[in-house]
C-alpha cells in the first residue's frame, strides 16, 4: 500500500514523495469488428533486479471508447536520484482472462516517472499495429498525506430525456481540477436504466483522490446517459468543492445541470437540464494497516502443503517435492519466502502447518488436513525453521496420494478466525499446491463463508499445471460466488512461481524477495477492507496485548 511504503530496502534513502498517475488515451485502434474497441492500460515498470519489465498495475476496462479517460490511478513513490523507467501498454479487453495474450495488443510507450514529473503532463504517440495506433497522455500529481474518505450519495430530478423511445440511463462523472485548469477523471457511479429522476448507490472515495486534500479544490460533476456503444450523450454539468459538500444536504447543495451548448442554443428560455441534489455526505479518517499493526493487531499465517500423488515421487530429482542439498524446492521456496515476512509480524513466531492428499502411517488412511509436526492437538511449528523441518519429515513418513481438496484446510484456519474478534488477530493461510482442485464447490463456499472474517488466503502454484481455477477463485476481476451467495470481500491471493524462478540467475534469494512481494502485497488492501467494512478501528500503539488463549487452543482433531 502506498500510504505505508516508508521505505524502499536497498537504496538507502526514504522516498521523496509520492506520485499519483492519471491516464487517458485518444484515436486508440478499433479493433472489435461490431463495436468500439473496450480499453484497459498496463502499467510496468523495470526491475533492476530482474533486468526486465515488472507488471505494476492496470486501469479498469472501459467498454466501447477510443478515447477513454481511466479513473483507476497508479501510485508510485519519486526518487529524484533514480532513472524509474516505465512502459505502458494498452489493450482491447476481448475475455475475463488475466492473460495479456489473450487480448489484443493496440499499442505501448516508454518513459521515465522523471519526464511525466517535469512535465506535469505527458503526451506520447502509441507504437503499435499501425501506423497511427493513438496516442497516450499521462499526467503527474504529488500525494498529500491527507488520510480522508468521503462517502456521498446525489440524486436527481428532472433530467433531460436523452433517448428516442424512452428516457434516459444517467450516470455522474466526478473529476478534480488540475493546475493548469484541466481536469481528471477520479470516480463514475453505475448507470441507473430508464429514468429522468435517479438515485444513485452511496460511495466513498479517499479525499486524497477527490481533491487531493484541498477542501477548497474544484470539483466538476458531470451527468451522462449512458449508450451501449460508448457514446454517451452528455445531459449536463455543475461544479462544487468538498467543503461545500461537507455542509450536508440542503438547498445550498442543489445544483442546476447545466448543459452550455443547450442554453446558447435556446437562450432565455433554457433553465437547466435538470437538478442534482447532494443527499449524503460523511467525512471520516481513513487508518492505514501500519495503524492497526501498532495498535497491536496481531498476524496469524498457517501454512498448507499439498502431498498429492502428483507432485511426483520426493525420492525422484523430476518431483516438485525432491529434497535438492543445494537448493530448497518449490514447496520450501514459497514457505521460507512467505515466512520471513510474515514472521515479523507475529509474536510468538509459531506456526500451525498442514497437510492434504497424503496417506498417513500406520494404517494408510488418507487425510486432507493433518499436522506436519505430527501433533493433531498442536500442529504448531517454531518459526520458519520448525515449518520446514516439520515438512521434511513428514515427506518421509507419508505417502503422496490424492485428491487435492482445499476446503478442510480453508475450513480449519476460518474457525480460528472466527474465534478472534475485536480487530486484535487477522489470519493468513498460504496455501502451496501443485494441481488442480478437485473439491472446487466446496473450496468456493469455503472462501465465500470465510470472506466475512479477518482472514487472507494465498495460493502458490508449483510446477507447470493449468491453474485456470486459481484465477477464478482469486476474484479479482469477477466477485467469487457459491449457491447464489457472493464473497462479501475479495480474501484470496493466487501467484505461480513459474513466473519467478529461471529469473534473475541463480539468486535464491532474489527470487524468494520477489515472490514475497508478490504474493503478500494484497493483504494489506484486503486487511482494511475487513477492519473498514466492521467499522474496526485501530488501538492507540501504547495498548498492546498479549496472546489470547482462543487462537491457540484449536486442535486440528477438532476441526
Not at 436504466?193 to 460533476?221: A, E, H, M, Q
Not at 454517451?232 to 447543495?253: A, C, M, Q, V, W
Amino acid at each position: 500500500m502506498a500510504d505505508t511504503a516508508e521505505f524502499q530496502p536497498g537504496t538507502g534513502v526514504a522516498p521523496a514523495t509520492l506520485v499519483e498517475l492519471s491516464v487517458s488515451c485518444r484515436k486508440l485502434i478499433d479493433a472489435d469488428v461490431f463495436s468500439k474497441s473496450d480499453p484497459m492500460v498496463v502499467l510496468f515498470v523495470q526491475d533492476s533486479v530482474l533486468k526486465g519489465w515488472r507488471e505494476f498495475g492496470r486501469t479498469e476496462i472501459i467498454w466501447n471508447n477510443l478515447n477513454p479517460d481511466f479513473v483507476k490511478k497508479f501510485v508510485l513513490h519519486y526518487y529524484f536520484e533514480q532513472s524509474q523507467k516505465l512502459k505502458f501498454e494498452v489493450y482491447d479487453v476481448d475475455s475475463e482472462s488475466p492473460d495479456l495474450d489473450k487480448h489484443d495488443f493496440l499499442g505501448r510507450t516508454e518513459c521515465t516517472l522523471g519526464e511525466i514529473v517535469s512535465s506535469n503532463k505527458l503526451g506520447k504517440k502509441l507504437t503499435g499495429p499501425k501506423k497511427d495506433s493513438g496516442s497516450i497522455t499521462i499526467s503527474a500529481e504529488e500525494l498529500s498525506s491527507c488520510k480522508e474518505q468521503a462517502t456521498v450519495q446525489f440524486c436527481a430530478h428532472k433530467l433531460d430525456k436523452k433517448d428516442f423511445f424512452g428516457k434516459s440511463d444517467p450516470f455522474l462523472t466526478f473529476s478534480r481540477s488540475n493546475e493548469d485548469g484541466s481536469f481528471t477523471v477520479v470516480h463514475r457511479t453505475e448507470v441507473i436504466k430508464k429514468t429522468l429522476n435517479p438515485t444513485w448507490k452511496p460511495f466513498s472515495i479517499s479525499v486524497r483522490s477527490l481533491c487531493n486534500g484541498d477542501y477548497d479544490r474544484c470539483i466538476k460533476v458531470e451527468c451522462y446517459d449512458w449508450d451501449a456503444d460508448g457514446g454517451h450523450d452528455f445531459i449536463g454539468e455543475f461544479k462544487t468543492t468538498l467543503r461545500e459538500l461537507s455542509r450536508g444536504p440542503g438547498d445550498h447543495n442543489r445544483y442546476e445541470c447545466i448543459n452550455a451548448k443547450k442554453k446558447v442554443k435556446k437562450g432565455s428560455k433554457y433553465q437547466n437540464s435538470g437538478v442534482i441534489e447532494l443527499m449524503s455526505c460523511r467525512i471520516e479518517k481513513v487508518f492505514s494497516f501500519l495503524d492497526y499493526i501498532r495498535g497491536g493487531t496481531r498476524i496469524h499465517c498457517t501454512f498448507s502443503v499439498d502431498f498429492t500423488a502428483s507432485n511426483g515421487d520426493p525420492k525422484s530429482p523430476t518431483s516438485l517435492h525432491y529434497m535438492n542439498p543445494y537448493r530448497p524446492n518449490p514447496y520450501a521456496t514459497a514457505i521460507q519466502s512467505v515466512g520471513h515476512i510474515i514472521q515479523d509480524y507475529d509474536t510468538d513466531k509459531m506456526f500451525p502447518a498442514l497437510g492434504f492428499g497424503a496417506r498417513l502411517p500406520p494404517d494408510g488412511v488418507v487425510s486432507h488436513e493433518f499436522a506436519l509436526n505430527g501433533n493433531p492437538q498442536n500442529p504448531y511449528c517454531p518459526g520458519v525453521a520448525g515449518v520446514l523441518e516439520s515438512y521434511h519429515k513428514t515427506l518421509r513418513s507419508v505417502q503422496l496420494y490424492g485428491p487435492t481438496n482445499f476446503a478442510p484446510c480453508i475450513n480449519h484456519v476460518a474457525r480460528f478466525a472466527k474465534a478472534a474478534t475485536g480487530g486484535n488477530d487477522y489470519f493468513i493461510l498460504l496455501i502451496i499446491t501443485d494441481g488442480i482442485i478437485t473439491d472446487m464447490p466446496q473450496t468456493c463456499e469455503a472462501i465465500v463463508n470465510a470472506s466475512t472474517l479477518p482472514l487472507s488466503i494465498i495460493i502458490v502454484g508449483v510446477g507447470d499445471a493449468d491453474f485456470e481455477a486459481m484465477e477464478v477463485l482469486d476474484g479479482d476481476d469477477v466477485r467469487l460466488s457459491s449457491r447464489g451467495r457472493y464473497a462479501e470481500r475479495d480474501i484470496v491471493q493466487f501467484v505461480p512461481l513459474r513466473d519467478f524462478l529461471g529469473r534473475g540467475g541463480d539468486d535464491q534469494a532474489s527470487v524468494q524477495a520477489r515472490l514475497a512481494k508478490e504474493v503478500l502485497e494484497e493483504i494489506p488492501d484486503q486487511f482494511l477492507s475487513y477492519m473498514q467494512r466492521h467499522n474496526i478501528k485501530p488501538k492507540p500503539p501504547l495498548q498492546r496485548r498479549s496472546t489470547i488463549s482462543s487462537v491457540s487452543s484449536l486442535p486440528v482433531s477438532e476441526q
